[in-house]
C-alpha cells in the first residue's frame, strides 16, 4: 500500500493543470491515469492543433445551472492567466482573428501537452500512467484507491478529473461519476454535446463535403430560443461544422416534440435587401445572381429544390417562386434524424450537480476533501477554446485553494 497527500485521477487538462498549479505551491501531488499514453484529448482536439482558450472568456459562452458559478472559477484562471503560463513555459500562443481562438505559436497540440510534461518533471510530480483505479472507498478521514491490479493507494485528498464520457477513445469511462455517486452526488444526466447531427435528407448526399456561413436557429413551439452563426458542412450523413456543433447539445437536450432547426444561409443581409436586389438585377439570370453568394453546385441543388430553370430570366420569376425561393434562403428547416454518440462528441453535457460543490473550493459539500474539476462537473462550453479554458481554471481553483 502507498500513501500520499494529495491524489489526482485523471491526466487531462484539467489534472495536469491542477498538479502543475499544486506544485507550484509546493502542495505533494501524483497524478493517476488509466491510460499508457496520456492526453490524447489534447492531442486531437483544435485537428491536431489545440485551442486552447479563446480572446472572449465569459461567462455566457458556458452552459450550466449558474453562471455566476462559473464566472468564479474563470476568474481565478483567467484567459490572460492561460496565456502567461504557456508563455513563460516557452510556448507563445497565438489569436486566429475570425474566432478569437488561442492556438500555440508552432501550431502543434503536442507541444501542449509537452509543457505538462515538463512542467510534472520540473516539480517532480509522479506520475502513474497505465493505473486503472476500479475502485474508490474512504475510511478514517482517508481514501483507498484500489487499481486493477489489486494494489491500494491511500490519500487524504482526492481530485477527481477524469472528462465525462466523450471520446471514450482517449480514456474518459465516466468513472468519475461512479465516484461521485458512491459518495452520494446528484448526475445531471450526462449528454453528448459539440457533435454532428444525422439527417437522412437528400440534401445531405448531394451538397456533401459543401461549406457555407450561415446562422443556425432552434425553435421550440415556433419561438426561436437559440441561435449560432458560422460556418455549417454538410456531410454524408447529416451536419457538421462550428455552427452545428453548437447548437447540437441544445437541440439534443430540447425535451419540447415541436421542435426543428432552421438555417438561413444568407445572415449578412436582410430578406427585404435581398428582395430589393432581386428586383433591380431583373435582367439577369437567376443562376448568375445566386452565384454570387454561393457555388455553382448549391445554386443547382436550390434552384431544383424550388422547381426554378437555372436559364431563368428574374424577370420571368413569378411571386411565388420567388416568396419560395426566398423561403428557402432564409428559412430552411433541416430534417434531423439523431446525433453521432459518444465516440463523436467533444464535450459532455451534464455531470456533477454544481449545487453539491463548494463554489470557491470544487470541494464536495457531501464528502470532505473531495474535488471535482474539468468536464467531470455539469459545465459545457460553446466550441472555441472555451472547454480547455474551463479545464485550466477549474484546476487551479483546487490547487489555490488546497
Request: glycine share 8%.
Amino acid at each position: 500500500m502507498q500513501e500520499y497527500e494529495t491524489v489526482i485521477i485523471g491526466a487531462g487538462a484539467a489534472g495536469l493543470m491542477t498538479a502543475i498549479q499544486c506544485g507550484l505551491k509546493n502542495i505533494p501531488v501524483i497524478v493517476i491515469d488509466s491510460q499508457l499514453k496520456i492526453g490524447k484529448k489534447i492531442l486531437i482536439s483544435g485537428g491536431g492543433r489545440c485551442n486552447v482558450t479563446n480572446q472572449n472568456i465569459s461567462s455566457k459562452y458556458f452552459n450550466c445551472l449558474s453562471k455566476n458559478f462559473v464566472s468564479g472559477i474563470l476568474k481565478n484562471f483567467s484567459k490572460d492567466d492561460v496565456i502567461n503560463y504557456f508563455k513563460k513555459n516557452g510556448l507563445p500562443l497565438k489569436i486566429e482573428d475570425e474566432f478569437q481562438k488561442y492556438f500555440p505559436i508552432s501550431d502543434k497540440a503536442s507541444d501542449v501537452l509537452n509543457v505538462f510534461l515538463n512542467g510534472l518533471k520540473q516539480y517532480d510530480i509522479p506520475l502513474l500512467n497505465d493505473v486503472e483505479i476500479i475502485e474508490v472507498s474512504k475510511e478514517n478521514d482517508k481514501f483507498l484507491l484500489t487499481a486493477q491490479n489489486n494494489h491500494i493507494i491511500k490519500c487524504v485528498n482526492l481530485i477527481i478529473a477524469t472528462g465525462g464520457k466523450s471520446l471514450p477513445q482517449s480514456g474518459s469511462t465516466g468513472f468519475g461519476y461512479q465516484v461521485a455517486e458512491k459518495f452520494g452526488h446528484k448526475l445531471i444526466c450526462p449528454s453528448p454535446a459539440l457533435t454532428p447531427l444525422l439527417s437522412e435528407n437528400t440534401i445531405c448526399h448531394e451538397l456533401s463535403g459543401y461549406a457555407v456561413g450561415v446562422n443556425v436557429s432552434l425553435y421550440e413551439n415556433n419561438k426561436k430560443v437559440k441561435m449560432f452563426s458560422g460556418p455549417m458542412l454538410f456531410t454524408h450523413k447529416g451536419y457538421s461544422g462550428p455552427v452545428v456543433l453548437n447548437i447540437s447539445r441544445h437541440y439534443i437536450l430540447s425535451q419540447t416534440q415541436d421542435k426543428f432547426l432552421e438555417v438561413n444561409f444568407l445572415p449578412e443581409i436582410s430578406e427585404d435587401d435581398f428582395l430589393s436586389f432581386l428586383q433591380n438585377q431583373s435582367s439577369d439570370l437567376i443562376s448568375k445572381i445566386l452565384r454570387n453568394y454561393f457555388s455553382r453546385h448549391f445554386v443547382s441543388y436550390i434552384c431544383e429544390l424550388v422547381e426554378i430553370p437555372e436559364d431563368l430570366n428574374l424577370s420571368n420569376l413569378n411571386k411565388s417562386k420567388r416568396v419560395l425561393l426566398q423561403k428557402k434562403l432564409f428559412h430552411f428547416k433541416l430534417e434531423v434524424n439523431g446525433f453521432k454518440d459518444w465516440p463523436f462528441a467533444e464535450v459532455t453535457s451534464g455531470g456533477v450537480d454544481i449545487k453539491e460543490l463548494c463554489p470557491k473550493r470544487l470541494e464536495s459539500k457531501l464528502c470532505k476533501n473531495l474535488f471535482f474539476c474539468g468536464e467531470v462537473i455539469d459545465v459545457d462550453g460553446d466550441l472555441g477554446g472555451y472547454n480547455f479554458q474551463w479545464a485550466f481554471s477549474s484546476g487551479a481553483t483546487i490547487a489555490k485553494n488546497l
